[in-house]
């Protein structure tokens, strides 16, 4: 999420359209790639048991 962010910024900021759009590619891959994670998260449930000995 930081990195996606922080892509973001780096679009918003940019003033080369080229710069931009290499930019903006880069921030929807790692949009797309927070979408999938959040698609496995509601698909997977992990149970973490600690014992103390």
Do not use: C, F, R
């Not at 679009?11 to 698609?39: C, F, G, H, I, R």
């Amino acid at each position: 999420m930081e990195q996606y962010q922080a892509k973001v910024a780096q679009v918003n900021a940019a003033t080369d359209p080229m710069e931009k759009e290499k930019l903006t590619w880069e921030a929807k891959a790692l949009e797309e790639q927070l979408s999938a994670w959040e698609q496995e998260t509601k698909q997977h449930t992990i149970i973490l048991w600690l014992e103390t000995k």
